[in-house]
């Protein structure tokens, strides 16, 4: 527990970075700067277990378990999708978002 | 203390992620998507699960960033500029996202958290790792295994679609010398690469 902060402010600074996180989700039109995206959001879930087990929980270890599952899964998705982003530029070289048709049936 | 330090790293986080999603050179968005990620860390680090952090700095800060930087430099020349995005789409996309957070917010805001009753101890590795092997009630064996069978599809299922234009044509190859049954499979195998 952080000394003088409390469960409020920590929850508004994630929320606050979950929402960057889906603007530029939003926004962005390359396949990685979307994938960047992704990574805020989960970021911001990830720190909102750990700290709700601190706040509310401090005897249990729930949330850090959670974070520690979300951390892999974040992992194995961004090697994933790079791996399919860059067979898509082998394909059609190029990784803009309105260029990505052929995956399509 | 901990209170400034707690500031100047929310402070940090929230610059470099709208510096990460705004910024036009793909590569300095990595950087501050590091510099994020390492907030985060310090974060961790502030409520005492040194564990956590380390997680966060080596897979994160070390593996991910990585990956990312690999990414762009096989895909783009490093001085490129991403295009500008349309500003009806911006405003459409800000009003969204800022509508979001105020609902959030009203709802944290709102809600009565509990009061805490049991008193804070630090959290050691080992008991987290008791935990994530443990069979009783509230044990995390099954996932621990779920997610051991996710890395290793996961990294099996890179290297097939990392490479998947080599594979296929060495299936195909195979296929049209197997069987003449196979041709119609093997020309659309073709044709994909």
Known sequence: MIAGISIYEILTLTSILFFIGVYGFFTRENLITVLMSVELILNASAVNFVLINTYLYPDLLQGAVFSIFIIALAAAETALAIAIIINLYKLIYSVEVKDTETMKY | ?193
């Open chain 2, 1 to 193: 203390m901990e209170t400034i330090i707690f500031y100047i790293l929310s402070g940090i986080i929230i610059l470099f992620a709208v510096a990460s999603v705004t910024s036009r050179k793909i590569l300095r968005a990595v950087i501050y998507l590091l510099f994020v990620l390492i907030g985060i860390a310090g974060l961790y680090f502030l409520v005492d699960y040194n564990f956590l952090a380390a997680i966060q700095l080596t897979v994160y800060g070390g593996g991910i960033i990585v990956l990312f930087i690999f990414a762009v430099l096989l895909i783009h020349h490093v001085e490129l500029e991403l295009e500008k995005t349309a500003l009806k789409k911006k405003l459409i996309a800000g009003a969204l996202s800022a509508s979001g957070l105020l609902v959030t917010l009203w709802a944290i805001s709102t809600y009565p958290f509990p009061e805490t009753t049991s008193t804070y101890t630090s959290i050691e590795v080992a008991d987290i790792g008791r935990k994530l092997l443990s069979y009783e009630d509230g044990g995390f064996i099954l996932p621990f295994e779920v997610i051991s069978v996710l890395l290793v599809a996961v990294m099996i299922g890179a290297i097939v679609v990392a490479k998947g234009s080599k594979l296929s044509e060495d299936r195909s190859r195979k296929t049209e010398v197997g069987s003449q049954k196979s041709e119609d499979g093997s020309e659309k195998l073709t044709e994909n690469n």
